[in-house]
Structures are given as C-alpha cells and as structure tokens.
Nanobody
Framework: QVHLVESGGGLVQAGGSLRLSCVAS????????MGWFRQALGQEREFVGT????????YYADSVQGRFTISKDNAKDTVYLQMNTLKPEDTAVYYC????????????????WGRGTQVTVSS
C-alpha cells in the first residue's frame, strides 16, 4: 500500500509559478511510475504528465507541454510538478498517483491516489 500526500497548491496570478510536491509513505517510489492528474470543477479528471520508475522519460499532456515539469526523487520518495506560466485554465485540483508499470499514461493504470491539492490561477 502506498499513501500519497500532495502539497504546494494555492492561489497564483496568471503567468506565475507553483511547485507541487507529492510525498509517499508505505513503499518506496522507486517501484512506481508516477503521474499527475487534475480535475477542474464540473469536469472529468485529466492526465497532466507522468514520469517513469527511475525518474526519467517524462511525458506530458499537450496542454502543459513546455510549461510543466515533473521530477522524481526516489531517495526522498517524492515527486514534484513544477508549473510555470500558469493560466486560468490550469485551475483545478491536482492529484498525484502511483502505478506499478514502468510508465503510465492512462488513469486506469494507476493504483494509488492522493487526495489532491487545489491550484487556483487568477486572471
């Protein structure tokens, strides 16, 4: 069992930056691919990005490509989502998730989820 806790969300103006963290307990993150998803109010949860077990091979949704960066520190059992040039449409609850595969893109591949952290981008 992996317990995930996100932090770092908040209110930021458009064009600003935030860094989200996701700390794991229970199992080492070196055994898991990690992903970030988000869910805006009234919308379905969507994929943001993923990173492989060893912390390489990041892959991003088109909507965040070039603005968001995922990194993974297996020694600290922590994964990060650096978000730059934020836009109002990035407003959502952001979730981290763990998958047992090498890298995972689809929501159904993820077995463990955090409770999320709210990101609000004002215009």
């Amino acid at each position: 069992q992996v317990h995930l806790v996100e932090s770092g969300g908040g209110l930021v103006q458009a064009g600003g930056s935030l860094r989200l963290s996701c700390v794991a307990s229970g199992r080492t993150l070196s055994n898991y691919a990690m992903g970030w998803f988000r869910q805006a109010l009234g919308q379905e949860r969507e994929f943001v990005g993923t990173i492989s077990r060893n912390g390489g091979n990041p892959y991003y949704a088109d909507s965040v490509q070039g603005r968001f960066t995922i990194s993974k520190d297996n020694a600290k059992d922590t994964v990060y989502l650096q978000m730059n040039t934020l836009k109002p449409e990035d407003t959502a609850v952001y979730y981290c998730a763990a998958a047992t595969g090498w890298r995972a893109i689809f929501e159904r591949e993820y077995a463990y989820w955090g409770r999320g952290t709210q990101v609000t981008v004002s215009s």
